[in-house]
């Protein structure tokens, strides 16, 4: 039997690179694996290049734009119809918007912020009813080590400058900072959460919109990182027995990294902006 066998795994982004890595070993590993994807083409394909590389049956494709709040909120709804129960959740969709201008989301919010950061947020609320029917569950989110530039009193830049790289490494920020808030409110619920970075894979549709002097040095940097690499830690997280249990953690290369965003005033104050700008209409 394999170690995913009878297992449901959502995961958000999965059309490209570490995402697309992560959703192709769950599957290998027996895993139903539902591909949460924007772009219902690219997520057909990408459902047929895993079912080729696995020989899995059990690839489900289903559309949601993360940036958008009607979508998640759809997309939940059409999944609660369809299942009773989640079993692991990667929350993996993000945008990086290299060297492009601010933009808003169709809901008027920061483009970066909405699709990385309440994202993350609306649809993890949205299913969590789910994901206690099926514990021991897990929630995994992809965060970054490249994290920096957080203003909790200006996450849309309306006071500062906009620079794409910086909302970007501030939507990582946050992402820690809702993995360790909504660790405490998931404690005792047989629910798990926890955060993880891939590592720096210049090699990602994440930086198609970088200036190549940007991606040369990133590339130096990074050694080389391969996608393989950057999902290895992500699919141990979704999987592995040992890690049964564990929340609230920070983890590169399978082993746990201190975070310097740890500060519960912070975490709670995010959290209740993302509570505010999620509220139903």
């Known amino acids: 039997m394999k170690p995913m066998q009878g297992k449901r795994v959502l995961i ?134 490249f994290a920096s530039d957080l203003d909790l009193d200006d996450l849309q830049f309306e006071r500062r400058r906009f620079e794409s790289f910086k909302a970007y490494a501030q939507s990582k920020a946050c992402d820690r900072l809702l993995t360790w808030a909504m660790a405490r409110r998931l404690k005792e619920s047989g629910v798990t959460v926890n955060a993880m970075t891939p590592g720096l894979i210049t090699d990602t549709l994440l930086y198609r919109n970088a200036e190549p002097e940007l991606v040369a040095r990133l590339r130096q940097y990074s050694g080389g990182r391969t996608i393989p690499q950057g999902a290895d830690t992500a699919v141990w997280l979704a999987s ?20 310097e965003f740890r500060k519960e005033k912070d975490e709670e104050k995010l959290w209740k902006i993302c509570e505010e700008l999620t509220s139903a209409p």
């Open 12 to 145: 958000t982004g999965p059309t490209s690179g570490v995402g697309k890595e992560m959703a192709a070993q769950l599957a290998d590993m027996g895993a139903e694996v539902i591909l949460g994807c924007r772009d219902l083409k690219k997520g057909k394909q990408t459902a047929a290049e895993i079912t080729r590389r696995t020989g899995s049956s059990t690839v489900v494709v289903m559309q949601i734009d993360t940036s958008s709040q009607a979508s998640i909120r759809e997309f939940a709804r059409q999944f609660r119809k369809k299942y009773r129960r989640l079993d692991v959740l990667i929350n993996n969709a993000s945008g990086n918007r290299g060297t492009l201008p601010k933009v808003a989301s169709a809901d008027g919010i920061e483009l970066t912020f909405a699709t990385n950061v309440l994202g993350y947020f609306l649809l993890t609320q949205e299913l969590l009813n789910l994901l206690k029917a099926g514990a021991p569950a897990r929630i995994l989110n992809v965060a970054s080590a």
């Open 240 to 259: 592995a027995p040992e890690v049964e249990g564990w929340s609230g953690k920070f983890f590169e290369d399978r082993g746990e990294l201190e975070c």
